[in-house]
């Protein structure tokens, strides 16, 4: 007899869910360094059927390997089951425009305004004043208790050329789900 | 509890697919093409995964065996020189133990020929399973075609030995020629 908790049928929904928003590939689990080589390489096989300019891959790529690093260094890791915050995610779907690459992870509640500020500061910036920041920011630069020197939103925002569009969704008090989607341009 | 806090309505459809996700308690989930490299690349995240997990040694093992099967015959695409249309591979944990799920879609043809092995599969014992499973390994012969359902019937009986359970599966009608297949492995 099948288990009651899981119907199968919701699979095809699933997957057409998927194809709707044009997602090539998508991830579900845990992050860390070597996850992350992981997810770059099976992109990169995914990639190899894509008829697109080398430079746009490359410029997917790198914005993929800042996200997901940025996912490893703040995400959440939730240990109590009770609490359903999901598991960090990556996305990437493909229209005839554009690139989007979608990424999710719990974070504390604590950080949503330093990642609120840090976006919209660079989504206010044209290239020229992304340059001056970054390089301002590479100057004043210290190392943060996770490390790295901030300068991930700098970089994603100048390699896409276009606004980083966020989402923090309430998981209970202290817990949000951060999303973030890039888009970059064919 | 505070309301959500976003930038624009563009990501919000994103948000909403991932939250009807979140109730199938995904512990690992994969869409997309399957070439050979992605399937070793899959194994190997999906086995940390597991091993993660305070679960006894030949619970893991089992786990791992379903996935193998699954990832390599039934919803690999690595005999194309181009890989096919994207398959999904799930992973979820409840309750009831673990439950992995796969979905691809394939011709009418070999839709029916699975349907017609996971029904005889599902009315045998262990015993006839593993009976089957030595004649069917002596039978095989490579094929070079893009699905071997030779390889894929000696999968499935290898899930259903291993799992001790029926193989759930659904057929769904596309608008092509092609259907969705899905099958559904719970291991306790």
């Known amino acids: 007899m099948e288990p009651a908790t899981q119907n199968i049928s919701f699979l095809y ?10 997602v090539i590939m998508m991830y579900e689990g845990e992050f860390s360094q070597e996850i992350t080589k992981s997810v770059l390489s099976m992109t990169e096989n995914s990639f190899s059927t894509e008829k697109v300019d080398e430079a746009i891959k490359k410029k997917v790529y790198n914005i993929m390997m800042e996200a997901l690093q940025n996912i490893c260094k703040h995400e959440f890791k939730n240990t109590d089951e009770s609490i359903a915050s999901g598991e960090s995610l990556f996305m990437i779907s493909s229209t ?21 500020n840090k976006i919209d500061l660079v989504n206010s910036l044209d290239q020229e004043g992304l340059k001056n920041l970054y390089k301002e920011a590479r100057l004043n630069s210290t190392i943060s208790a996770v490390g790295g020197a901030g300068l991930g939103f700098i970089d994603i925002a100048r390699k896409s050329a276009n606004k980083i569009s966020y989402h923090f969704n309430p998981v209970n008090e202290n817990i949000y789900y951060f999303t973030q ?3 970059v341009t064919k | 509890m505070s309301e959500a806090i976003f930038s624009d309505a563009a990501i919000c459809s994103y948000v909403d697919f991932k939250q009807k996700t979140n109730k199938h308690k995904f512990i690992f989930s994969y869409r997309g093409k399957l070439s050979h490299a992605i399937v070793k690349n899959l194994l190997a995240m999906a086995e940390k995964k597991i091993d993660s997990f305070n679960e006894e040694a030949s619970v893991k093992k089992k786990i791992f065996g379903v996935m193998v099967n699954c990832l390599q015959t039934i919803c690999a695409d690595d005999k194309a020189e181009e890989a096919g249309s994207s398959s999904i591979f799930l992973i979820s ?13 394939l011709e009418k043809t070999v839709v029916d020929k699975l349907q017609e092995i996971i029904e005889s599969i599902n009315q045998l014992s262990r015993e006839s399973l593993s009976d089957l499973y030595k004649e069917k390994l ?3 012969e490579t094929l070079n075609e893009k699905f071997n359902i030779d390889e894929t019937m000696l ?5 259903a030995k291993k799992t001790n359970q029926k193989i759930v599966y659904l057929v769904e009608p596309s608008s092509k020629d092609d259907f ?9």
């Open chain 1, 13 to 22: 929904e699933f997957y057409r869910l998927m194809k709707q928003h044009q």
């Open chain 1, 181 to 183: 989607m890039v888009t």
């Open chain 2, 155 to 159: 999968s499935l009986i290898d899930i």
């Open chain 2, 180 to 188: 969705f297949f899905s099958i559904k492995v719970q291991i306790k």
């Open chain 1, 96 to 116: 005839d425009k554009e690139y989007q690459i979608i990424t999710g992870n719990a974070i504390e509640k604590k950080i949503i305004d330093t990642i609120k």
């Open chain 2, 138 to 140: 002596k039978e095989l």
């Open chain 2, 93 to 105: 944990k409840n309750a009831d133990g673990f439950t992995i799920f796969t979905g691809r879609y």
